[in-house]
């Protein structure tokens, strides 16, 4: 059976160390680079002169990490070592690339300014969410007017995971920055704004109060507030007390939750799950069934605004793609259908964390391979192809 999609985000999120070198050795090397403990560094390069050419999987050597994380004296250090400064990761950025001031692209227009696809698959927005950094990036979500975007960061040079945004003004977009209810420190991930645009959702390992430390990844809401957003709460406990909750999530307009999970009822190692909305709060999660859910782990759901249809990332033992089911007249799923069957030019990519954007219009989502990680997006006339004639509305 091939590696799930929560194991394969906890090896890649957990921890510099468990990306570094096949030598077992390298181990302490990479968690002092990621702690920043220069006198650490030190010690380990003094046992074996050879760790400091070691890299990890995504070819990242010491001084990409040192770089990455803003750490002059450690950078200096590796320099002063002799380490490569023209060793390219797998993006194709030496560490001195890194190391030069970003310059930030003008984009102006819907969709950081992309040219609109047909039926073809293109790239999407790479100057905007593919990070130099060689940044992680997932879901990105949009406001239903088109002019405010939301997504989330890893930087590799720390691990450490936020939300940023980007905002429309005067017909161009600005540079991303932190969004004002993220933090560094809490691994905020997966934003996800309502059809309405009134209400985001994310997770976050952030305590829930009462003496809670666990750092266990929790849904948190917020409302629209003017151009802000009201402090964040933590879901019912009816959805954060029993699930570990994994990767986007998706409302539909009458803020009815879908997300993906571990729990008791699961049919996989994850699967998805409706919480229903009423009089303010989220009841307790319903599993979709069999259907849907299958042995080697489903996650990532988008529902449509309406509930017509549920777009969502499959594991198939040895890879992930994704997968649209629909609503019959009787209000049962259909049977799934492979999007990447109907796709052309995905050739070798696992798929994932696909969503449509509010005008109904694209279908955006995310292909790796080898460790690299690229959105892409097509119209959506390839939904209504599939649309079974008992599901048409």
Not at 205 to 234: C, F, H, Q, V, Y
Request: contains cysteine; proline residues 6%; hydrophobic residues 35%.
């Amino acid at each position: 059976m091939g590696l799930t999609r929560e194991a394969y985000m906890k090896l890649l999120f957990a921890t510099l160390l468990l990306l570094a070198a096949s030598d077992v050795k390298a181990q302490d090397l990479w968690t002092a680079i990621r702690k920043g403990q220069v006198s650490e560094v030190k010690a380990q390069k003094d046992k074996d002169p050879m760790l400091i050419d070691s890299k990890t999987s995504s070819g990242m050597t010491p001084l990409h990490a040192a770089v990455a994380s803003g750490n002059i004296e450690m950078t200096r250090l590796f320099l002063k070592w002799g380490v490569q400064v023209d060793d390219k990761n797998v993006h194709g950025w030496t560490a001195l690339a890194l190391a030069a001031p970003p310059i930030f692209p003008e984009m102006k227009g819907e969709y950081f300014g992309q040219l609109k696809p047909g039926p073809k698959v293109e790239p999407f927005a790479l100057p905007m969410l593919a990070s130099r950094h060689d940044r992680y990036i997932s879901a990105v979500t949009f406001s239903p007017d088109g002019t405010e975007a939301y997504w989330p960061v890893v930087d590799l040079g720390d691990y450490s995971r936020w939300i940023v945004t980007s905002r429309m003004h005067e017909g161009s977009w600005t540079e991303p920055r932190t969004a004002s209810f993220s933090s560094r420190e809490y691994g905020d991930d997966v934003p996800c704004l309502s059809p309405s645009g009134n209400k985001l959702l994310f997770i976050s390992g952030r305590p829930l109060g009462n003496g809670d430390a666990t750092g266990k990844a929790n849904i948190w809401g917020m409302d629209r507030e003017g151009d802000d957003w009201s402090d964040p709460d933590p879901l019912s406990g009816a959805v954060n007390s029993s699930y570990n909750v994994h990767q986007r999530m998706s409302l539909d307009q009458e803020n009815n939750l879908y997300f993906g999970g571990e729990g008791t009822d699961g049919h996989g190692s994850l699967d998805i799950y409706l919480s229903k909305y009423s009089h303010g709060e989220y009841q307790k999660p319903e599993n979709l069934g069999p259907v849907i859910n299958g042995s080697d782990g489903d996650y990532a759901p988008f529902i449509s605004p309406d509930g017509s249809y549920l777009i969502f990332t499959k594991n198939l033992e040895d890879r992930w793609t994704i997968f649209i089911v629909f609503k019959d007249g009787n209000e049962f799923w259909t049977r799934p259908v492979d999007l990447k069957e109907h796709l052309e030019g995905l050739e070798g990519l696992d798929l994932s964390c696909a969503f449509v954007t509010r005008d109904g219009k694209h279908l955006i989502f995310f292909g790796e391979k080898d460790s690299r990680i690229a959105p892409y997006w097509t119209d959506i006339s390839l939904i209504e192809k599939l649309r079974p004639r008992a599901a048409r509305r």
